[in-house]
Nanobody, 121 residues
């Protein structure tokens, strides 16, 4: 499929863990970068992590989230540990990277539908 498809997510208490999966046919795009973004109610969408050859992370999740991809490069997994209530958001997988800042949503052309992550205190 050309559009990413997210799975996983759900609800967890603070300190818990969740995994998000993104399925995407990376061969459909010129660049292999895949990113996760999130959008909390009333806030702008923000970059969480991106993987090309190696992953990079937003400061807010560094040390708690890990981004991996399968050898076929079509599945990207975001492992989220030590979750906090402020991690509550809809999480989106993005592909078809155009270059520029990896954390800017305008630099991606392909988006998944989003998946809810809720962390209770």
């Amino acid at each position: 499929q050309v559009q990413p498809v997210e799975s996983g997510g759900g609800s967890v208490q603070a300190g818990g863990s969740l995994r998000l999966h993104c399925e995407v046919d990376i061969s459909s795009f010129r660049k292999r970068s895949v990113a996760w973004f999130r959008q909390a109610p009333g806030k702008e969408r923000e970059g969480v992590a991106r993987i090309d050859i190696v992953p990079v992370y937003a400061d807010s999740v560094l040390g708690r989230f890990t981004l991996d991809r399968d050898p076929d490069m079509n599945t990207v997994t975001l492992s989220m540990n030590n979750l906090k209530p402020e991690d509550t958001a809809i999480y989106y997988c993005a592909a078809d990277y155009r270059g520029g800042g990896w954390y800017r949503e305008a630099n991606y052309n392909a988006w998944g539908q989003g998946i809810q992550v809720t962390v209770s205190s």
